[in-house]
């Protein structure tokens, strides 16, 4: 089965090196044939047309997630639209496996589950909202793509950092509303692309690493430094969408959870009392803004009239799976980055003889690197502690992650 072109936007704003981090994920990418758009600030912008990466680069500085995006899209060629954040990096077999389901003509959109700063937890799995903007998990089968209707009131929501839609569909709804300048905006896609028909797949192995990277809202700790876009997003997803009788139950249900969270941060010693009534101030006036702030016409966008722009260097490789001891690290390392110079996608799994909690880190270098214990666990259903031997250890580690990236059946043991 042919896959579709795509068009890969990565919105970016004051993170170049975690953004070059992402970029190098890209390039692992199994796909053979997508472009990649970045929009980010022009310091940004200077160190990835430095560093040579041949994709097609617009400079915008301006805290607004949409709008970003929306640039993106104005500059996207390929049938499909995927977006990415600047703080993620995805599995070398993620842009394959969410777009395929749009061989499907019925398919609008696409999204994947997405593992925590560990490497290994999920973050995110499958999940719906509502006209209120409250999440739901949705039950599907943890391999398998699973396609789902939507209504105006419900739909599938596609995480931000790992999901994709036809681009013509994207387009004839008005792309992302520039009102929702964070949180929301992709909430507020799916229930507007809900209501003209169509499906959603939720493609479980499209999977994406995400860090949460520091910005001018949060720390990295992911305590919040405002609420206020939160707030302003909130009400104007209630006028769009929700009955005007919802919105007083939903509001107290936001002020409720997000009062929760700052009380949470304060008793972690991670913010000091006096901070959350600031950042209830921050919320309370993020909501009085997106009373009045106007909505998106929401007029179709028109389509780019740029041709696509491939990323060389794209396309299925080898993989390779690099084991070891804690103490042969140097050796390791240099086998590692000898393999990777050839073209291959390196796991290289260095442990301890030791309890310790596992994880997995993509590094801008190019190589996915696991450590931890030989005895620890890698996932939180595992014991504690158990004992392995270390080549039954690593080969159990290297089927695990065979699912997702090109490893040979050799180096699962």
């Known amino acids: 089965m042919a896959l579709p072109e795509v068009s890969l936007i990565i919105v970016s704003r004051h993170r170049p090196q975690a953004l070059l981090r992402a970029i190098a994920g890209v390039r692992q990418m199994d796909h053979p044939r997508f472009e990649l758009i970045v929009v980010a600030d022009p310091e940004a912008c200077t160190q990835v047309q430095a560093a040579g990466v041949v994709a097609k680069v617009v400079a915008f500085d301006e805290a607004n997630i949409s709008a970003a995006r929306n640039i993106g899209l104005a500059q996207a060629a390929g049938e499909v639209v995927a977006y990415l ?3 993620a990096v995805p599995e070398p077999t993620w842009l394959s496996r969410l777009v395929a389901p749009f061989a499907d ?3 609008v959109a696409a999204t994947g589950f997405v593992r925590g700063r560990n490497g290994l937890s999920f973050q995110w799995r499958a999940m719906e909202v509502d006209a209120c903007g409250q999440d739901h998990p ?4 943890p391999v398998a793509v699973s396609l789902h209707h939507g209504a ?32 929301l905006d992709e909430a507020d896609v799916n229930l507007r692309l809900a209501a003209l028909g169509g499906l959603t797949a939720v493609v479980p192995l499209a999977e994406v690493h995400h860090g949460f990277a520091a910005s001018a809202r949060r720390r990295t700790d992911r305590v ?22 919802d919105h007083a139950p939903a509001l107290a249900r936001l002020w409720a959870d997000q009062r929760a969270r700052a009380l949470r941060a304060m008793v972690a010693g991670r913010i000091a009392p006096g901070d959350v009534g600031r950042l209830m101030h921050s919320l309370q006036a993020g909501l009085a803004a997106g009373e009045t702030r106007p909505l998106g016409a929401q007029l179709p966008l028109k389509t780019s009239d740029s041709g696509l722009l491939p990323l060389p260097g794209t396309g299925p490789r080898p993989g390779r799976v690099i084991t070891g001891r804690s103490w042969q690290r140097g050796r390791l390392e240099a ?12 796991t290289l799994i260095r442990l301890s003889p030791t309890a ?4 997995l880190r993509f590094d801008a270098d190019g190589i996915w690197r696991q450590t931890g214990g030989l005895f620890g666990r890698s996932d939180r259903q ?11 250890r690593v080969a159990q580690e290297a089927r695990h992650l065979a699912r997702v990236r090109p490893i040979p059946a050799h180096n699962q043991g």
Not at 356 to 359: K, Q
Not at 382 to 392: A, I, K, S
């Open 356 to 359: 310790l909690f596992h994880s």
């Open 105 to 107: 003509d019925r398919v």
């Open 224 to 245: 919040p430094l405002s609420l206020f876009e939160i707030g302003a997003s909130s009400m104007l997803f209630l006028r769009r969408h929700a009955p005007l009788a």
């Open 85 to 87: 954040d600047d703080d």
């Open 335 to 346: 086998e590692a980055r000898a393999a990777a110079d050839r073209g291959a996608v390196v």
């Open 138 to 141: 949705l039950s599907v089968d």
């Open 152 to 183: 105006p009131s419900r739909a599938v929501k596609t995480c931000g950092t790992n999901c994709a839609f036809r681009a013509a569909a994207l387009r004839a709804i008005g792309g992302f509303d520039p009102a929702f300048r964070f949180y």
């Open 382 to 392: 595992q014991p504690l502690v158990r004992l392995w031997r270390f080549p039954d």
